[in-house]
């Protein structure tokens, strides 16, 4: 191992011990944002119930340790080649 990687795994090994005991509760508390354009309340519910089934599923994850975040944007706050969506023929999709 060369001089710079020895001492690198020095600094690890000194803050994050090899044989150390600490097991997370939690495999992660994964937040999830789904940036898109305004819709219902009622596919934003399902979205948000599919999202944390996923994290369920693969992850391991409790349900009540995912978080979705929806960030809504319309047509006034969002722009594709150099026009804004509010202002272009087929609307902001």
């Known amino acids: 191992m060369k001089p710079a990687a020895r ?27 789904v940036q898109q354009f305004p819709r219902s309340v009622a596919q934003k519910r399902e979205l948000a119930r599919r999202i944390t089934e996923a994290f369920e599923e ?15 944007v319309d047509g006034e706050h969002w722009a594709r080649g150099g026009r804004l969506g509010c202002d272009r023929e087929d609307g902001p999709r």
Do not use: C, W
């Not at 001492?7 to 944002?33: G, Q």
């Not at 009540?64 to 975040?69: A, C, I, N, R, T």
């Open 58 to 72: 693969v992850y391991g994850n409790s349900a009540e340790s995912v978080q979705v975040f929806f960030n809504e």
């Open 7 to 33: 001492r690198v795994s020095a600094i690890l090994d000194a803050h994050f011990p090899p044989h150390s005991s600490f097991t997370p509760k939690e495999p992660s508390m994964p937040i999830v944002t």
